[in-house]
């Protein structure tokens, strides 16, 4: 795959290539891969027919999880230097083939191979998707890199949505059976395949003159003195260990809402009703936090543009800590107040994505953003064992004697105490020292090699 | 949008059109997740 038709050098956008090409590029790869959020349906349908136990369903997503941060963060510099064609076939090839793979698996009855199959090799193509057009987008919209990689990662929010009555159709088409199951591993590993093609088929990467609109011309742009810090460079400044305390406590608060949130509704406002009312109450309440989610991942990192990196994350983590507060203080006396903190809540946890990786390019440029977004996502991975690990462990050790909202009183608190202390490690960001930038022989190096390889 | 394109830098003729394939290539993506946020809605009234 080295050169040709998978080279940066191939796909040098032509004249009149229009940049809104690029978000629905970015977007085949991201809703594909956003699937990975509604895996508890195809779940509920492997116990269904294979008769398994719910820890052992959930092993393909959570290896899928954890593939994710570690692929990103090992393949990003790879990713960077090969281009986003390659990444995002990779990516299609991985995410692709993991569903065939358990599809074999299941038909066969060896639930390794879904293991192996979504959580190892699909996971490899989640963090190299997740990754691959996000430096692309930052080069085609420099003017407005937030809502560029708003769009693409409110996809990944987004692809949940689709997946869900994707995955139940099929379900309920070839039925929950093992020949059903493996039936709806192997449609849906085509119709991602087919689906994300239009990802690599059509991404571009700018020419060299070319500039957004209203930018300055090149011979006017001072292009050469901006920030331009190398992914390992990057591991050895404040600021990108700052980012990353942000990233995972962040995401921990969200999570902790997110992964709790059918339980919490019961406990706030099961009283009020009940049976089947509640029942639907409960599925709204996780739908229009998916909602919240997805929207504010393109509403929040759209807005940084404006108002700047730091004071949205102010946002996110200030008011963000504040919401929490309200939730406690009020407990179940007011559903509406309740409703709208629990929205800004998951809107900031989506946005805290989203705005990041324009965060980075800030502080670093986008001579190697991707790879440096790459290994960032390692705060993820940490987030999503620590945020379901402390609301679990402490609303679960308070037993039966905790009831109502009273059972979230500590957890929360700990949510609440992590914002401040994002919101803490935010103020303390500031533009990264010029002694990491790489030397002017390496940027004319680059420079040199990707006007040679145009 | 198309003073988002990039500059035509050939000697002669001009850079095709390509409305047409912006509109396919986001209605690609455009429809599904509609869709998905459609399926989304229709839960949201039970919350209240």
């Known amino acids: 795959m080295a050169g040709g038709f998978f080279d940066r050098s191939s796909i040098v956008a032509p004249p009149g290539w229009s940049r809104w090409l690029v978000p629905p590029a970015a977007l085949a790869v991201h809703l594909a891969i956003g699937q990975a959020y509604a895996w508890s349906i195809l779940k509920q349908g492997l116990i269904d027919a294979e008769d398994l136990s719910g820890t052992a369903t959930a092993l393909p997503f959570q290896l899928a999880i954890v593939m994710l941060g570690l692929s990103a963060a090992v393949f990003g510099t790879q990713v960077e230097r090969r281009g986003p064609r390659w990444a995002m076939f990779v990516a299609t090839i991985c995410f692709s083939s993991g569903f065939l793979i358990s599809a074999l698996g299941v038909a066969t009855g060896q639930f390794w191979l879904v293991v192996v199959g979504y959580g190892f090799v699909g996971g490899i193509g989640l963090g190299i998707g997740y990754i691959s057009p996000v430096s692309t987008l930052m080069k085609w919209f420099a003017d407005r890199p937030g809502m560029a990689t708003g769009i693409a990662i409110m996809g990944f929010g987004g692809g949940a949505l689709v997946a869900q009555p994707l995955s139940n159709g099929l379900l309920s088409a070839f039925g929950r059976t093992s020949g059903g199951v493996a039936s709806t591993f192997l449609v849906m590993g085509i119709a991602y395949g087919v689906f994300m093609s239009l990802g690599w088929l059509l991404v571009r990467v700018p020419a060299d003159d070319w500039r957004p609109p209203n930018a300055p011309a090149a011979s006017e742009e001072k292009a050469d003195t901006g920030p331009a810090v190398s992914a390992t460079e990057a591991l050895k400044t404040p600021q990108f260990w700052l980012l990353w305390v942000i990233l995972c406590f962040n995401v921990t608060a969200g999570i902790g809402l997110l992964e709790k949130a059918e339980p919490l509704y019961r406990e706030y406002f099961g009283q009020a009703s009940a049976g089947q009312q509640l029942t639907s109450a409960v599925a709204a309440f996780v739908a229009i936090l998916s909602l919240a989610n997805m929207l504010g991942r393109f509403v929040w990192s759209s807005t940084s543009d404006i108002v700047g990196r730091k004071n949205i994350y102010r946002l996110y983590l200030g008011v963000g800590a504040l919401l929490y507060v309200v939730i406690l203080l009020m407990g179940n006396s007011n559903k509406v107040i309740f409703l709208i903190a629990a929205l800004f809540i998951l809107s900031f946890y989506g946005a805290g994505f989203a705005t990041i990786p324009a965060y980075l390019k800030d502080l670093f440029g986008t001579y190697q953003v991707g790879a440096i977004h790459g290994r960032l996502l390692t705060a993820w991975s940490a987030a999503g064992v620590l945020g379901p690990l402390i609301v679990n462990s402490i609303v679960e050790a308070q037993g039966p004697e905790g009831t109502g909202p009273s059972r979230y009183v500590v957890s929360f608190s700990i949510m609440i105490a992590l914002l401040v202390i994002g919101f803490i490690a935010n103020e303390l960001i500031r533009p990264v020292d010029r002694k990491h930038y790489v030397g002017d022989a390496e940027r004319d190096r680059t420079a040199t090699t990707e006007g040679a390889s145009r | ?48």
């Open chain 2, 1 to 48: 949008m198309s003073h988002d394109a990039s500059p035509a830098r050939t000697s002669g003729g001009t850079a095709p059109n390509r409305t047409p394939l912006i509109v396919l290539a986001w209605a690609w993506v455009g429809l599904p997740f509609l869709y998905g946020v459609y399926s989304l809605v229709l839960k949201v009234p039970a919350l209240f």
